[in-house]
């Protein structure tokens, strides 16, 4: 299985670039992980609803360039279906079935991910309803995705 993960920006912290090394270390037994970062565009402290449009844009134009084709895409978005561990294992399971081998999940700026991508994604996952730095998203999705796979191999995992 191969999976890549499209963020935008950049891991600033030293403590979630190690957490995104120690998830990306875990998973090597179990999927071929391949992490891309998109430049996060800048816009003015208080943007307009064009200035945003336009960055998500600039970032969605980006981001299409790095989804390979024949890719099962899942952006992550507020709006999407709400998964527990256990269902997002099974969900991966039924995608490796059906011959979807090569999965991307996306993670959109502070102000979301283009609907150009959303509509190019196949499926929208959603964590919560609320909202989480996308830097701590990163790691947050790595985990639950390591969970997954430790999930479908029976595999005892610490909770």
Excluded: C
Excluded at 23 to 29: A, D, E, G, H
Excluded at 69 to 78: E, F, R
Aim: charged fraction near 25%; avoid cysteine; proline fraction near 6%.
């Amino acid at each position: 299985m191969q999976i890549r993960l499209i963020a935008v920006g950049k891991l600033k912290e030293k403590y979630w670039r190690e957490a995104v090394q120690e998830y990306s270390k875990r998973m090597k037994p179990y999927a071929d992980l391949q992490i891309v970062e998109v430049a996060e565009q800048r816009i003015p402290e208080n943007p307009s609803a064009l200035e945003i449009e336009q960055a998500l844009q600039k970032e969605g134009e980006q981001i299409a360039k790095l989804i390979p084709l024949g890719s099962y895409v899942i952006p992550l978005a507020i709006a999407g279906e709400r998964l527990s561990s256990e269902e997002l294992s099974g969900f991966i399971d039924r995608l490796l079935v059906e011959g979807k081998s090569k999965i991307v999940f996306i993670i959109g700026s502070s102000y979301g991910i283009s609907p150009e991508i959303l509509e190019k994604g196949d499926f929208l996952l959603s964590f919560s309803p609320m909202t989480f730095p996308h830097q701590m998203m990163r790691v947050i999705l790595l985990e639950q995705i390591y969970r997954s796979m430790k999930i479908s191999k029976h595999e005892p995992y610490h909770k």
